[in-house]
């Protein structure tokens, strides 16, 4: 039997010794006493009061000691609520110390932690007390026996990890909206109440959804709480944001500004600031406290939200130097500077953040560039034209202060300069400017721009031989002067134009490559003339005033073959409100003249109202048809109603774009043709709204006689015509009739008409007409036929028939026109009318005469029956037994 060697005895019992130990420090963390001594250790490292669901203890492979929902109390200075929670706790204990019967933390790992800071009224921070101090040997505790031992290590925490963690913010007792999540990192002591800091969280805001908030990373080291974290030096960097997420953070909402973000900032204090070289003797002298710190913020890639990248995007970048007293409540800033890529500002700034906070920003030397201008402008602004250059120069100074910032001083001045687009034969001339804020005034100078012609004569031939093409200044084709100013008191002001060019055209193209776009779906050329003021305060909104006139101008609008000549117009703005006066304008085959105003709104979701006072010399079907046919074209109407409203979507359908007018008024027509029916004097009076036309009262003269009419016509979702006329005197002989007929009639005609249609085209309209009336005649003759004689002969007799009056009643449907005892009175003789006429002249009629005493009423009389039948200008006629009936009423 072969037995083991001392030595594997030996390491058995060790190993068996160990395992013993283990479970039983393992059992012994459960017990009570266990559980108080650790937590009052805890308590001593953390110097707060301490709670722990329960421990846990190892020695294998190093004693360790793990702890599981561990709350540490807050100051009740800061409050009650907990100062530190963690899921999972784990602490190292040194095994030197373990064995000489010290229990010492040594790394502390915080699993999920979540840490609570506070600032309270006082602005002290509960962050201050936290960082365990040095420990201090207690007086009379050196009593030593025996040969003097050498000095233990003093009572700290070596290093305190963090993983995945949460710090929320409190002023007091509010708990602000934002917070750092995913806490990373670590914080090591590497000398005596020295702190190393190795953190790196994400910004967090409650209620708002952030897609790119960046990564904060903190990198430094701090003194103890036993001197308020100082002397410290810390270098944080923010990077990878979004400049939406940026703004979330800041103010909890997003402003439309798309871009990245980045910074680094450098903050030191005590020593670490008076010894880095970083302090300026030029500067006030060092405070205890205060902190130096230096920040380089990058923005770029900068614009709008619905705006596509560019790469001119605008970019900024700001360098801010300054320091901080956090006790104090107070930020200086020495030095400021804002560079962009041609432009800079430099500058200072001061902060008090006490109980009374205030602002002030100064930059003393302002170099801004056009060309800077303009890549904000394009930034910002959609439809701006590619090839754009505007050359100028702007310097001054200003000062703001306050929150929200108000203008302390401003004085901006400007040599002048040009601006040149692409495609328009003028550039800008823009003279020198001056902008000065005089106590509470903002004023700026009138500025002189011109528009002038590019002179690009043929290439020539040079001394080198080769061609080059000489582009030249001519003469001004226009002048325009541009003032503003403001009142910052009473929140009043006034920006001024007042100028003229020779072609509108190329003002409208300006406006348009710069993203304004006001010419929707027409053009205007000609000499115009402006004077407008726009002014603002807090009794009344801002709105334009003045006049724009055009003289000798085109005007072509999309929908029309042919443009309307302004001879002489007016564009009117009074209170905001806009008012057209036509004095002469050339269009539809007519001359045109009055005003068109806009209306009060009563709801200021409606489209606006417009009353219109038009008038025309002459208007015919046929010239209309050459302006804006052919009738059968379709589309015209959308292309034409995209013009009427700047700002519309020229995709739009008909239905909607017709549902935004809203005009009610009058218009007069010296004379109206349509076709053979002349109208003399036509003036309607009514409303379109709602795609509804309402002409409320409808007069002309007609025929010789007077034509009344009102109309409902509703364009949606069929177009369905509603029409009552009535006529008063019209001579037959006038009516638009076969020449050859109208010669035989004679007479006066009045009556009434109710006719309904819908559809589009004369096809359809035609096919769903109907209508009745009645009419009623004097002095009725029909020359060529005596109607009695034919009907007693039963054949056509030449003559003249006469009757001194008639009445009866009418319809029409089915292409038809039916007569229904239409009676025509010649004293001792009656003749009644029934049957129907197509509208192709093919008639059905039956003539019947009567003779007797008409007095007496049911008296039996003698007559004749004549039947027509066939084209009117042939018909075949044939005659009836004689019938015994009843005398007409």
Known sequence: MIHPPKTWKLALSIVALLVAAQIAVSVSARTVRVHNYLTARLETAFGRPVHVRHFDLEILPSPRIYATDVSVGEDPAFGYEYFLHAEHLAAGLHWSWFLRGHFEFGALSLGQPSLTLVRNMEGRW?????????????????HNYGPARAPMGANRLERIEFDDGRIDFKSGDVKQPFALTGVKGSVEQISTGRWQLQLEAQPWRSGVPLQSSG????????????ARLQPASLAIRWDKVSLADLFRLLRGKDYGIRGTFDLDATAKSGASATSSGDADSSRDPFVPGDWLFSLKAFATQIHRWDLTERSDNPALTANVQGRWNVALGKLTAEKVTIESPISNLHGSAQFGLASNPSMQIRFDSSS??????????????????????????FSGSFAVRGWPLTLQALNFSTPGGSMNI???????RLGTGHAVLNQTRLTMDPIHISLLSIDSSPPSSGRTGKLTRRRTLDESNGEINLSFTHDFVSHSGAVAIQGRVESAENVLKIVAALGHTVNHGWDLTGLSHADLRREWSPTSPAAWSGTAEVTGAQLAAAGLNQPVQLQQARLEWRNGKRSAQIDHAEGFGAVWSGNVTEAAAVDSEQPASWNVQLHADRLDATELDR?????ARPGWLQRLLPSLFAGSTPNGPASELMRRLNVVGILQVDEFTVEKLKLQQLRLQGTLRDLQLNISDGRAQWAGGVVRATMLAKFLPRPVYDVHAEMDKVALSQLPIDRSAADRLGGLVSGTLHLRTAGVGRNELLQELSASGEVHLADLEFRGWDVNASVADGEARAGISHWSSGDGSFSVSDHRVFFDDVRLDAGAQLTLINGSVTFGRDANLTLETSTGRRAIRNAAV????????????????????????????
Do not use: C
């Not at 990564?215 to 036993?226: E, K, L, Y």
């Not at 801004?368 to 050359?391: H, K, P, T």
């Not at 692409?422 to 800008?428: F, H, N, P």
């Open 126 to 142: 509960n962050l201050e007390d936290w960082l365990p101090p040095t420990r201090k040997i207690a007086p009379g505790d050196n």
């Open 215 to 226: 990564t904060i990373q903190v990198h430094g080291d701090v003194a103890g709480t036993s």
């Open 368 to 393: 801004i560039q056009g060309a800077d201008m303009l890549s904000w402008y394009r930034a910002f602004y959609s439809g701006v034209a590619q090839e754009i250059s505007f050359d100028q120069f």
């Open 422 to 428: 692409q495609g328009v034969d003028e550039t800008l």
């Open 627 to 631: 302006w804006v046919g052919p009738r």
């Open 862 to 889: 003698t007559g004749h029956v004549l039947k027509i039948v066939g084209p009117l200008d042939g018909p075949r006629i044939t005659q009836d037994k004689s019938v015994s009936r009843q005398p007409a009423d």
